[in-house]
C-alpha cells in the first residue's frame, strides 16, 4: 500500500524555536511537494523537490530530499505566528510527474509567543 | 485573478439531491485534477484530465461521482444522490504536463444534510 507518513501531526512551538517536520514515504517517487494550507483555505505551494538531494529555502523554511531514504524533511528557523498553518508533504503515486498525488496527513503547526 | 476558480465556494443540500462544481484552471494549463479533503485529512486524489480526456478516474469515489472536461478548458464534478458521507471540501487544480507543479483552487465546501 502507498503511504506518505508525516510527522509529528502537531507540533505546538514557541516563537523564536528551530523545528523539523518529517515526510516518509513508500513509493519511489523522485519528486516531493510541499503545501501549506491556512484553516479554511485551500493549498499553496511551497517547495517542488525535483531530484536527490535538493534542497530549497524560502524566509524561515527549508525543505530537502532524500530519494534513497524515502524521506524529506521541512526545516523551520526561528518561528514566527505567520508560520501557523497546516502542512502538508505529497509525492506522485505514479512516481513521476502525472499529478495523481498522494498526500500525507498534515502537520498542524501552532506558533505561540 | 489569474488562478484556479472554483465555484460555488460553498453547497448545503439535502441528501439524495444531486450537485454540481465549477472548475476553471489556470489558462495554459492543460492537466486538471479533482481531488476530495475531510476534515483533519490530505487531500484524496479523485481524477485527472489532459485537455479534455479524462486519464484516470478509477479513484472516483462510486458511480455516483462523475467529471467532464468537455472543451478542454473548464471542468465539472457531479455528485448524484449525496449521502452525508458526501460532504467535504472539495479541491480542483491545474498543471502544466510539464513540470507537474499543481496549483489549488479555493474549493468548493459541501454540506449534505
Known amino acids: 500500500e502507498l503511504k506518505v507518513e508525516q510527522n509529528p501531526l502537531f507540533l505546538s512551538m514557541q516563537e523564536g524555536k528551530n523545528y523539523t517536520i518529517y515526510c516518509n514515504y513508500s513509493t519511489t517517487s523522485d519528486r516531493l511537494y510541499w503545501y501549506r494550507q491556512d484553516p479554511g483555505k485551500s493549498l499553496e505551494s511551497l517547495f517542488v523537490l525535483l531530484s536527490n538531494g535538493a534542497v530549497k529555502q524560502e524566509g524561515r523554511l527549508m525543505a530537502s530530499l532524500d530519494t534513497k531514504a524515502r524521506l524529506s524533511t521541512l526545516h523551520i528557523t526561528a518561528a514566527v505566528h505567520d508560520l501557523s498553518a497546516t502542512y502538508f508533504c505529497a509525492v506522485d503515486r505514479n512516481g513521476g510527474s502525472q499529478g495523481n498525488l498522494i498526500f500525507g496527513k498534515g502537520t498542524k503547526l501552532s506558533v505561540k509567543p | 485573478d489569474t488562478g484556479v476558480s472554483q465555484d460555488p465556494r460553498h453547497k448545503i443540500t439535502k441528501r439524495g439531491q444531486n450537485v454540481t462544481f465549477r472548475c476553471d484552471p489556470i489558462s495554459e494549463h492543460n492537466r486538471l485534477y479533482w481531488y476530495r479533503q475531510t476534515l483533519g485529512q490530505g487531500p484524496e486524489f479523485l481524477t485527472y484530465f489532459q485537455n479534455e480526456a479524462q486519464l484516470e478516474k478509477s479513484r472516483l469515489l462510486s458511480d455516483r461521482f462523475s467529471a467532464e472536461r468537455p472543451k478542454g478548458s473548464f471542468s465539472t464534478l457531479e455528485i448524484q444522490r449525496t449521502e452525508q458521507g458526501d460532504s467535504a471540501m472539495y479541491l480542483c487544480?491545474?498543471?502544466?504536463?510539464?513540470?507537474?507543479?499543481?496549483?489549488f483552487g479555493q474549493g468548493t465546501r459541501l454540506t449534505v444534510v
Open positions: 487544480a491545474s498543471s502544466l504536463v510539464q513540470g507537474g507543479e499543481a496549483f
